[in-house]
């Protein structure tokens, strides 16, 4: 049974044009309708993220894939399952889930409600909250996809993440630890205390010296800021090291296709971008870890669904620790 009629509207989040924060509209939307094999979702709360505010700008390498505005950014929510689709069998009307969209665009998460692929979707921890559940997804997928999807890390791995208190990088640092890495934080000294709780080994204040000074031997560097190479990373890198980064350029997928046919012919080190992907399964096994203890989210700020612009400001300093939520249902 729904509980609206054929071209209610909700409120959200959109923009009609690239450009800054004051592109970003507080207003009515149509209200999605989920597909066969998609769920509806109440949105009680919207992660975000550095993507939001590139695909705003028009600088996201995936706008393109986006369609025609109006958009709705957003990626990460959490909330109620309202609708499920005629092909749905994992979820039920009432259920909490927590997911990532896969769709750019339309359909994102600024919003009361989102349609999204039930695939991406993952029943939220009861212990966790849904502003610390919306924080998860774009920024724990990633991490999980590049720490166990690319670099394969290990107990007794060694693994420099840089950015290692950002949204990406404190899921990195405890994942990576709770595997049984040994893990180099790259961060500020105002972080050093927050980023060994999370369990880094060390941590390199990037104020004060280069990490690519006085680390070597790893097994992976993983930016999570993009500022970095492989060629920056060589000495830190063991003779078959990988860097990994979460911003991808035209350089660093030349430095990616080079590395990996030379790789693959001689050995060596090697470059790989991270594409994160929708997966509910993995959302699922990070629940799991959370339920446990193991890994939790730290959120920097909350905002109101109607300030999204000031989180998207927020967001490009680079200067939070863990993540900006937006609360969209109180």
């Given amino acids: 049974m729904r509980l609206w009629e054929e071209g209610d509207t909700m409120e959200a989040v959109y923009f009609e044009r690239h450009g800054g924060p004051e592109v970003l509209h507080y207003g009515q939307r149509p209200t999605p309708r989920p597909g066969p094999n998609q769920v509806l979702i109440e949105v009680h709360a919207a992660g975000v993220n550095p993507r939001d505010w590139m695909l705003r700008q028009g600088t996201y390498v995936g706008r393109y894939l986006v369609g025609r505005p109006p958009t709705i950014p957003g990626s990460d929510v959490s909330g109620v399952v309202v609708e499920v689709g005629a092909k749905v069998e994992d979820f039920a009307v009432g ?17 009361q409600y989102m349609a999204v692929n039930a695939s991406c979707v993952a029943l939220k921890p009861p212990a966790i909250s849904h502003i610390e559940a919306a924080a998860v997804p774009v920024a724990g997928l990633t991490a999980w996809q590049s720490l166990f999807g690319i670099a394969r890390i290990s107990a007794g791995s060694k693994v420099v993440v840089v950015g290692a208190s950002g949204g990406v990088g404190h899921y ?11 893990v180099t934080a790259v961060c500020s000294a105002a972080n050093a205390e927050f980023v ?16 690519t000074d006085v680390v070597s031997g790893q097994n992976l560097v993983f930016d999570t800021l993009g500022r970095e190479s492989l060629d920056s990373c060589s000495n830190v890198l063991a003779r078959d090291g990988l860097y990994i ?24 080190q090697r470059a790989s971008v991270i594409a994160v992907k929708a997966r509910g399964q993995e959302l699922s096994a990070i629940a799991d870890l959370m339920t446990q203890g193991h890994i939790r989210s730290v959120v920097d700020s909350v905002y109101p669904l109607a300030e999204a612009a000031e989180a998207h400001r927020k967001s490009r300093t680079f200067r939070t620790r863990g993540k900006l939520v937006l609360q969209v249902r109180g």
């Fill in 95 to 111: 259920d909490e889930v927590f997911s990532m969209q896969s769709q750019l665009g339309h359909m994102g998460g600024y919003a």
């Fill in 172 to 182: 990195a640092v405890q994942l990576a630890s709770h595997a049984g890495a040994h």
């Fill in 196 to 211: 060994r709780g999370l369990g880094a080994a060390a941590v390199v204040d990037y104020t004060e010296e280069r990490f």
């Fill in 245 to 268: 980064t979460t911003v991808p350029n035209l350089a660093t997928f030349a430095r990616w296709a080079q590395s990996t046919v030379r790789s693959r012919i001689l050995g060596g």
